[in-house]
């Protein structure tokens, strides 16, 4: 079983999360480096790490107790099928159970079942504690 360990975003990690953002989404699509830079200090930024490697990454905006979004969820390649993408959503930042839920309009998955997920457990996260 891959032990997915998850942490808060530092300054280092942006060069690993731009390469991730350019490898999940088309350049039309994708977030740039300022855009990224911008969300590590502004929302919820949570790294999901194997081994010591970055395997992928979630940010969540949160507006206010009422309203937030699963901003980005992505997952490098390499590291994709082994549950990272449960584990991130997983440790999301706070909000309210109610929070009505977004998601990425370019995200290539069709289903919002994570981002409710993980909207539904953002109450128990320790980031806005």
């Known amino acids: 079983m891959t032990i997915v ?14 390469e991730i953002e350019n490898l999940c989404f088309a350049e039309a699509k994708r977030f ?6 911008t969300c590590m200090t502004t929302m919820p930024f949570l790294i999901a790490e194997i081994e010591g490697l970055v395997a992928g990454f979630v940010i969540c ?5 009422q309203e937030a979004y699963l901003e980005s969820l992505n997952v490098h390649p390499s590291f994709r099928r ?8 997983y440790g999301g930042a706070r909000a309210e159970r109610t929070s009505r839920t977004q998601k990425r309009p370019n995200s290539p998955n069709h289903s919002n079942t994570e981002t409710k997920k993980c909207l539904g457990r953002l109450k128990r996260s320790r980031l806005f504690t």
């Open 32 to 37: 740039d480096r300022a855009y990224l830079h």
């Open 82 to 89: 082994q549950r990272v993408a449960s584990r991130n959503s």
């Open 5 to 18: 360990q998850l942490r808060p975003c530092r300054p280092e990690d942006l060069n690993q999360l731009v």
């Open 61 to 65: 905006n949160v507006r206010n107790a």
